[in-house]
């Protein structure tokens, strides 16, 4: 069973455009949200994260917005440029307890 | 700061035969991860160590795979014997604690082919 649902699989923006990925999760025990990227090659690496007492965290063009009621979460990234391009993973974990991840989305940014 | 260590970065084996994967995490992180991410989906904790005791390997498929963390810091994930389905990136982790919150730091991987 997947925990943590993400969407869409694929995702092709013009530079300069706004880029938006959503997750979904059932178990409501998960109190930690994080968003990785990860270029060919590489392992993840954390990008931004938050947790479920706050609705949206924002650091430079990223944003995460958080709908506790609905279990979903989402990634925008603003101003998409051609360097974001890579794959992203949305996952959730409870404190103490495994990350559990979506299964990504390619992001490819169009110059 | 130097990163996770991995290695080798890509190895290639037959089905039926054994591998073995090397992990040194970052100095100082009590907590390691190693995953497996299958092309096209997100990475799958297979075992979590807290210093060199296990905290969850529930998902670790035992009759072929086994992890140790001596010492509590470097790890090693064998496979023995290997199937078509094993052929994915193993991925190692690791953490400052194992507590939700505590940032993973990933490193690059050893991409595993069984053929």
């Known amino acids: 069973q997947q925990q943590v649902k993400q969407s869409p699989q694929s995702l092709i923006v013009q530079k300069g455009g706004i880029s938006i990925i959503n997750c979904a999760y059932e178990n409501t025990a998960f109190d930690y949200f994080p968003w990785y990227q990860q270029f060919p090659g590489k392992g993840p690496a954390l990008l931004i994260a938050i947790r479920p007492d706050v609705s949206e965290k924002k650091e430079g063009r990223f944003t995460i917005s958080f709908n506790k009621s609905a279990k979903q979460f989402s990634l925008h990234i603003m101003d998409s440029q051609p360097g974001d391009s890579a794959t992203y993973f949305c996952a959730a974990s409870s404190t103490g307890n495994q990350f559990y991840f979506g299964t990504g989305t390619s992001l490819t940014v169009i110059p | 700061e130097a990163g996770v260590a991995q290695s080798p970065r890509y190895k290639i084996i037959e089905k039926r035969q054994s591998v073995a994967f090397w992990c040194n995490p970052i100095?100082?992180?009590?907590?390691l991860y190693w995953y497996q991410q299958i092309l096209g989906q997100g990475p799958k904790l297979l075992i979590q160590?807290?210093?060199?005791?296990?905290?969850?390997d529930s998902q670790l498929p035992k009759d072929r795979f086994s992890a140790e963390r001596l010492k509590g810091v470097d790890s090693t994930l064998k496979i023995q014997p290997a199937k078509l389905e094993d052929s994915a990136v193993y991925l190692c982790?690791?953490?400052?604690?194992?507590?939700?919150?505590?940032?993973?730091?990933f490193g690059a991987g050893t991409r595993l082919s069984v053929l």
């Open positions: 982790a690791s953490s400052l604690g194992s507590v939700g919150g505590n940032i993973q730091y």
């Open positions: 160590f807290q210093n060199n005791g296990v905290v969850d």
């Open positions: 100095s100082g992180h009590a907590t």
